[in-house]
C-alpha cells in the first residue's frame, strides 16, 4: 500500500492589492497509507488553499512561503511544474470543489473519462475506452455504454459525482484529494456516493484526504478527521473519539449547531460570529474572536496542539475549561 502524505508547517499567503492574506498558518498532518482522513472545517478556514497548494495548482497571486509535502520520497511543494504535471492525476486523483470545476459541459462523458489515460500516455484509445466503460460500471452507472455517449447535462447530479471520480481513479492513483466532493448533493446521496468511492478506495488500497464542511458526511465516512479554523488545525482525532469526546471549543461548537432530527424542536445553536480574512499572522488563537472561553492569554499566545489520547490532539488554551463547561 502506498500513498501516504506528510504536510510539515505549511503556510500560503495571497498578495492582494490592500495587503497579504494569511491564509494558511502552520499546517501540519499525516495521512497514512491506507486511510480516509477528513479535513473539516467552516466556509474561509483554508481546507482549499491548502489542497490547492499541495497541488501546485492555488491562484497565481497565492504563494507558499513554507512548509513541506512529503509524497513518497518527494517534497511536492519542490517539484517543477513539468514534474507536478506528471503526478496530477496520475498518481494523485482529484476531484474539486464544485461539479462545473469538474466536469467539461461541452465533451461527451467517456472522452471525459479516458482524457487522463490518454494524457498521461498510460494506455491506446480502445484500451482507454475499456477502461473507462468498466470505471463507468464500477462507480454504479447503469448502462455505461450510453452513459459513455452522453454530456454532463443529460446526467442528475448524483450521476455526474460518480462520473467525476471516475475520471479522478481512471491513471489508478494511490492518493485522492477530494475537495467538497459531494457538496451539491443532499447528505443522503452524498453519504451514497461516498460510500461507493470508500469501498472502491478499499479495493484499490488507495489513501484519501476529503474536504468537506459536513460534519455528518465526516463522520459517516472518515477515518480520522482534522478540524481547521483560521488556516490552522484545531483539532484532530479518530472519528470515535471525534464523536465521542471532541475537545476543542470550535470543534464543539460545530458539533452543537449540528441539526439532528431526535432533538426536534431545539434551537438552533450556530457558532456567533463568521470568520474574519487574515490580513496578519495570527497572534494568538484565531478562533479567539469568537469563542466563549476566551482570555487575555488566547489573544496573545497560540496554542500548541497538546496530546489527548492515541492520535487525538487539540490545540486550546484552555481544554479542559472547555470540556467541563461545554455539553
Ligand atoms: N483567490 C483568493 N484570493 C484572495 N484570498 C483568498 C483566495 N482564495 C482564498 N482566499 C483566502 O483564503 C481563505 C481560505 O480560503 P479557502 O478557499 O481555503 O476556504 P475553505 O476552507 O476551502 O472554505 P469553503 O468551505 O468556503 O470552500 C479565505 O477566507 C480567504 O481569506
Ligand atoms: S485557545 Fe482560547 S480562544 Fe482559542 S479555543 Fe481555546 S479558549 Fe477559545
Ligand atoms: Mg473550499
Known amino acids: 500500500m502506498s500513498g501516504a502524505l506528510q504536510v510539515k508547517n505549511l503556510h500560503v499567503r495571497f498578495r492582494r492589492p490592500?495587503?497579504?492574506?494569511?491564509?494558511?498558518?502552520?499546517?501540519?498532518?499525516?495521512?497514512?497509507?491506507?486511510?480516509?482522513?477528513?479535513?473539516?472545517?467552516?466556509?474561509?478556514?483554508?481546507?482549499?488553499?491548502?489542497m490547492l497548494a499541495l497541488l501546485g495548482l492555488q491562484s497565481e497571486s497565492a504563494f507558499v512561503a513554507q512548509g513541506e509535502a512529503l509524497f513518497g520520497d518527494r517534497d511536492l511543494l519542490k517539484l517543477s511544474e513539468r514534474k507536478l504535471q506528471s503526478v496530477r492525476g496520475r498518481e494523485i486523483g482529484m476531484i474539486f470543489q464544485s461539479l462545473s470545476a469538474g466536469l467539461n459541459p461541452y465533451i461527451r462523458i467517456g472522452d471525459q473519462v479516458m482524457e487522463p489515460m490518454l494524457q498521461h500516455a498510460l494506455c491506446r484509445k480502445p484500451e482507454a475506452r475499456r477502461r473507462a466503460l468498466a470505471l463507468l460500471s464500477e462507480v454504479g452507472l447503469a448502462d455505461p455504454e450510453t452513459q459513455f455517449r452522453r454530456y454532463p447535462f443529460e446526467l442528475s447530479g448524483g450521476m455526474r459525482q460518480r462520473v467525476m471520480t471516475a475520471v479522478a481513479l481512471a491513471c489508478q492513483p494511490q492518493l485522492l484529494i477530494a475537495d467538497e466532493p459531494t457538496t451539491a448533493l443532499d447528505t443522503t446521496i452524498a453519504i451514497q456516493v461516498l460510500r461507493m468511492l470508500r469501498d472502491i478506495c478499499e479495493k484499490r488500497q488507495m489513501t484519501t484526504v476529503m474536504v468537506t464542511h459536513d460534519l455528518g458526511v465526516a463522520t459517516n465516512v472518515c477515518d480520522r478527521i482534522i478540524v481547521m479554523y483560521g488556516g490552522m488545525v484545531m483539532e484532530t482525532a479518530d472519528v470515535d473519539a471525534f464523536v465521542a469526546r471532541a475537545a476543542h471549543p470550535y470543534t464543539?461548537?460545530?458539533?452543537?449547531?449540528?441539526?439532528?432530527?431526535?432533538d426536534r424542536g431545539?434551537?438552533?445553536?450556530?457558532?456567533?460570529?463568521?470568520?474574519?480574512?487574515?490580513?496578519?499572522?495570527p497572534r494568538g488563537c484565531p478562533f479567539a474572536p469568537r469563542c466563549s472561553l476566551a482570555d487575555e492569554r488566547c489573544d496573545r499566545e497560540i496554542p500548541n496542539l497538546i496530546a489527548l489520547g492515541e492520535g487525538h490532539e487539540a490545540a486550546c488554551h484552555r481544554l479542559e475549561e472547555g470540556m467541563s463547561d461545554v455539553g
Do not use: C, Q
Not at 252 to 262: I, M, Q
Not at 266 to 281: C, H, Q, S, V
Open 252 to 262: 464543539r461548537g460545530l458539533k452543537e449547531a449540528l441539526v439532528d432530527h431526535r
Open 18 to 50: 490592500e495587503g497579504v492574506i494569511h491564509a494558511v498558518n502552520g499546517v501540519s498532518f499525516e495521512v497514512a497509507s491506507g486511510e480516509w482522513l477528513g479535513i473539516l472545517g467552516e466556509s474561509g478556514s483554508g481546507k482549499s488553499v491548502t
Open 266 to 281: 431545539r434551537p438552533l445553536r450556530p457558532i456567533p460570529g463568521a470568520a474574519e480574512t487574515l490580513w496578519e499572522a
